[in-house]
């Protein structure tokens, strides 16, 4: 596990509090930003569950990403088959990966304000 | 830890670290759940819970800044609750630290608490309620110090933590 507790507290306040996050995504490695993209999904997806129930649209937001993930290769993927794979770029485009990775967090991030600071968002 | 009674039982006890930012606010945390208090050196207090004649639960509530020898008693307590005040950067930047540091040398499960007060919630208040895994043996919850039902649902986590590790 290379992202340590430290951090992990870090997400969850800045997915809670609504702020800092950008901030703090750039502190982190290639490596650690796959396991913050992984954690802040997973975080997503149980807050979302949690406050929304079967109101929350879990198919609908992993489309997104999908969708931003695609739109990201299709401007910059350094590969051929022009496919966003994060897992499969941190050793070849640990820059383009950062930025794709970063990209979907903070829209994870919006949707987690989307519910958990709803006045602010209406 | 077990120490033999007088009558030839056996008194077993357990032992948690409260760590927080220190003073009067460790002292009401404590108050919460062990109905024996005594003040130790500087900001160590030391609270009891005797649960029956052969079970009591130790906790020693520490300050963030203090000083602790935490190479003799760390690898011998049974778990740790830290907690900080949600709305103060300084408290949370000392626990997360604090946390990071323990919780790389010790196995013993963590609960991380933040403490909102009389402030008005910072989400929703069904979020407030969640109670977060950053991992396998460590939570993230919200509660109020100042409410005692608050503080015991942290300990509560705790054991559940400590119950799950044996499953």
Known sequence: MVLRINRKLDLVRALLSGDGLQELLGLLSPLELLEAYRFVQEKTIEF??????????????LAELRALGEAHAARTCPDQNRQCRLEQCLE???????????????????VCRSFLHPQETS | MHRT?????????????????????????????????????????????????????????????????WDLVGGKILGYIAHFDWFDGASYNACRDL????????????????????QPPPVVESAIKLDIALS????????????????RRVVITLLDLLLEKLE
Do not use: W
């Not at chain 1, 070849?92 to 919006?110: D, F, K, N, W, Y």
């Open chain 1, 92 to 110: 070849g485009h640990p820059q383009c990966l950062r930025e794709a990775a970063v990209t979907q967090i903070l829209a994870m991030a919006s």
């Open chain 2, 136 to 151: 396998p043996s460590a939570r993230f919850l919200f509660f109020q110090k100042h409410k005692p039902a608050s503080v």
């Open chain 1, 48 to 61: 979302g569950v949690r406050v929304r129930g079967k109101k929350f649209a879990q198919e609908e937001m």
């Open chain 2, 99 to 118: 946390v990071n540091d323990t919780s790389s040398d010790f196995t013993a499960p963590f609960v991380v608490a933040a403490d909102l007060g009389l």
């Open chain 2, 5 to 69: 009674l007088d009558e030839g039982a056996i008194q077993r006890t357990a032992e948690i670290i409260v760590l927080g930012p220190g003073g009067a606010g460790n002292r009401e945390f404590l108050q919460a759940f062990c109905p024996d208090l005594r003040q130790g050196c500087g900001d160590l207090l030391l609270g009891s819970l005797t649960v029956h004649r052969e079970l009591v639960l130790y906790c020693y509530s520490i300050g963030f800044g203090q000083e602790f020898a």
